[in-house]
């Protein structure tokens, strides 16, 4: 009888031992992130976005410093380092790879059909390449997109508010980026309901803005749409100097212009994108494959306002918008 108690007490405890043996051993492991961007490191934007990706990450148990390890890698703004830094972390044997925007996530998909890649805020993974499509990614890439090609028309709706007689809009894009297609034809869509003429102003590269500018000034247009992609969000510094100094009303799909000086933006909330993001590495991170994980668009948009840019042009700010915004800049 005490062999047989003594025997069933040793089995209990070998029993309640193998799962605590089996929660301590992800506790001990330490995880490895990469982050590849084509930005710089040090923007405020960049720094608030990226705090929010750790801090959602943090509410998932991956904490820096304790069960994580994040690698940095910053292109700042030349586009064509991003391929020797993804090669850098795959060198590095990350566990997956995190990547906003559309280029980097390429370049990480160009070297590796392995290591797991997130994309954050994609412009059109489809289109693009990177993935097979939203519902089934296939591959080793997934995430987020901020592709809401509708913009375009919202965009110029907030224009037309703020200018009531507004005739006609520059549009500033790339044609050569799958995105800013998408947004120009909604725009020409939208354009001709609201007795609106857009100009095409396309910028392919650095050399192209200065013709861009003066195509704007020749054709008289009476505001200005930015259309992000890499090219324009380099240049963003260039652009608002332009649309301050021709004292042009000005809108923009993401809030690093208007934080910038920059009049008004409407786009995908980066943030709220870079706060699910932290969803799709900690599920990876436990053994999910990205070919199974769907891609996700924008849930959230936001209207972001500065109101010392709209004094400095003169511009009365209507209540109707003032009242949408998310966030208005003093």
Do not use: C
């Amino acid at each position: 009888m005490t062999l047989t108690l003594r025997a069933l007490t040793v089995m209990a405890l070998a029993l309640l031992a193998a799962p605590l043996a089996a929660e301590a051993q992800p506790a001990g492991r330490i995880a490895r992130i990469g982050f590849l961007s084509a930005g710089f490191p040090l923007t405020a934007p960049a720094t608030a976005t990226l705090e929010v990706f750790r801090e959602a990450l943090r509410g998932r148990g991956w904490v820096e410093g304790q069960n994580l390890l994040i690698e940095y890698r910053w292109a700042e703004g030349r586009l064509e380092r991003l391929t020797d830094l993804a090669a850098d972390l795959v060198r590095l044997n990350v566990d997956v790879i995190v990547s906003p925007g559309t280029r980097a996530p390429l370049a990480a998909k160009h070297v590796t059909p392995t290591i797991p890649i997130v994309m954050m805020s994609a412009r059109d993974p489809v289109a693009s390449g990177l993935v097979a499509s939203l519902a089934w990614p296939g591959g080793n890439m997934t995430g987020l997109s901020v592709m809401a090609p509708q913009l375009g028309g919202k965009q110029l709706q907030l224009l037309k508010e703020l200018v009531p007689g507004l005739l006609r809009v520059g549009v500033l894009w790339n044609s050569h980026s799958l995105y800013p297609r998408l947004v120009m034809r909604e725009a020409q869509m939208a354009a001709p309901a609201m007795g609106i003429e857009l100009e095409s102003l396309e910028v392919r590269g650095p050399e192209d803005f200065e013709r861009a500018f003066e195509a704007a000034m020749l054709r008289q247009v009476g505001a200005l749409i930015t259309v992000e992609d890499s090219i324009t969000m380099t240049h963003r510094t260039w652009i608002m100097d332009f649309a301050a100094q021709s004292r042009l009303p000005a809108i923009y799909g993401f809030r690093e212009f208007v934080e910038a000086g920059g009049l008004m933006m409407y786009g995908a909330d980066l943030r709220d994108l870079f706060r699910r993001s932290a969803t799709y590495v900690d599920q990876i991170l436990k053994g999910a494959k990205p070919a199974d994980l769907p891609v996700e668009q924008p849930t959230k948009f936001e209207l972001v306002v500065n109101l010392k840019t709209a004094k400095a042009l003169g511009l009365t700010i209507p209540r109707s918008v003032l009242m949408r915004a998310d966030e208005l800049i003093q």
